[in-house]
């Protein structure tokens, strides 16, 4: 017997609208062959999404980042697209009409969940190329949109023009927090990942009064996710929506109520050195008041310690620059003796990943070869 096809009867939303045009299923696939044959590379990501989207498969292959390991492609069941466009529209209040802006690459999970959610939600959602200062090419408010910190970081003068913002792909940075207080746009840190289609948590970072940053604000989950933690401390993820199976990560959190909790660092990240463990994330926070340029914090092996601390800064190399920062560093509060770094290295250029974040591993191996 020849096994059964599911098939996916998609439906879009009647107040959906795509680059001011009202489109339907059919409306949309005429648009994904115009920008097959006549559209700019960043178009044809989207009209492939698109296709993919209306086809009679209950699931489109997504690409991981790589960021936390080898880049892969994994299957994404439709409905759990779906279930995750509801859930951030409740979360964040954005019912139908609401105006979005898409400035993320359709390669990738994020650019495709803006879309869904557009579809889903009723949208009226518009498209600019997918480049590190989106903004600049806009020229009307948007309610919504979503981008990387690197996007964020380039689009600090233009950023009146979006109402809510989450930011996802990395970590903002403390410098960048203290940049976007007292805005009237409201940032949102992101937790999730391709494996949990997007955001499962997120943290307001800003303040319209500017006030200076206190203590880190946890994440709190969306709807119909709950989370515990295993023997390591790290996060284990149970989100029946947007996932068949429990999702045990490799992040190191504190539980603060069954809600919410704070984000302490990568399992596999930790050094230990002369016996002690180091979360390199938050050394890596400590130093965000002293260093501008993207940095990271990683270990070496050492005969003595096993491991030592050493930092990686994306600056050109100078002797000065090099003493004045071992200088801050070793005046700075709240750092321990072991969270000081043994080295430090300039880089002029870290080695990214496919979707622009810094890759540790590649960067390490490059140099120190």
């Known amino acids: 017997m020849l096994p059964q096809t599911t098939t996916y ?6 107040d959906f609208r795509f680059n001011q045009n009202k489109l339907d299923e059919n409306g949309l696939l005429a648009l994904a062959k115009f920008y097959l044959d006549e559209g700019e590379p960043f178009q044809e990501e989207i009209a492939l999404f698109i296709q993919d989207w ?6 489109v292959f997504v690409k991981t980042s790589g960021s936390t390991g080898t880049p892969k492609t ?8 779906v279930n995750s ?7 964040f209040k954005l019912p139908e009409k609401t105006t979005a802006l898409l400035c993320l690459p359709a390669t990738y999970i994020a650019g495709k969940l803006m879309l869904v959610r557009a579809m889903v939600l009723g949208w009226h959602l518009d498209s600019v190329q997918p480049k ?5 090419a806009v020229f009307k408010r948007y309610d919504f949109s979503a981008m990387t910190p690197f996007q964020l970081d380039n689009s600090l003068g ?18 960048l927090k203290r940049l976007i207080q007292g805005i009237d746009t409201k940032v949102y840190e992101t937790y999730g990942m391709t494996e949990t289609v997007t955001h499962i948590a ?4 800003n303040s319209k009064k500017n006030k200076p940053l206190g203590a880190e604000k946890p994440f709190k989950l969306l709807p119909k996710v709950t989370i515990k933690i295993d023997e390591r401390n790290c996060l284990v993820i149970n989100a029946p929506a947007v996932s068949e199976k429990e999702i045990v990560t ?10 919410k909790f704070l984000w302490k660092g990568r399992f596999d990240n930790v050094i230990n050195s002369g016996g002690i463990k180091i979360h390199p994330e938050e050394v890596e926070r400590k130093l965000q008041a002293l260093i501008l340029q993207r940095f990271f914090i990683a270990a070496l092996p050492d005969d003595a310690l096993g491991d030592k601390l050493v930092l990686f800064v994306e600056a050109h190399f100078s002797e000065e620059a090099l003493q004045d920062l071992k200088s801050s560093i070793h005046k700075l509060d709240g750092l321990s003796k072991f969270e000081k770094p043994k080295k430090i290295y300039f880089i002029e250029k870290f080695e990214e990943t496919h979707t622009g974040k810094v890759n540790r591993l590649k960067t390490l191996a490059a140099s120190t070869d």
């Open 202 to 205: 997120a943290r307001k970072v």
């Open 85 to 91: 466009a509801l859930a951030t529209g409740k979360f």
């Open 74 to 81: 994994i299957k994404v069941k439709k409905q759990f697209m």
């Open 158 to 175: 233009r950023l009146h023009l979006i109402k809510k913002l989450i930011v996802g792909g990395g970590a903002i940075s403390v410098h």
């Open 9 to 14: 009867n998609f439906r879009v939303h009647p």
């Open 54 to 59: 209306l086809d009679d498969k209950d699931y």
């Open 250 to 259: 490799n992040d190191i959190v504190e539980l603060i109520t069954y809600k």
């Open 132 to 136: 590190s200062n989106p903004l600049d």
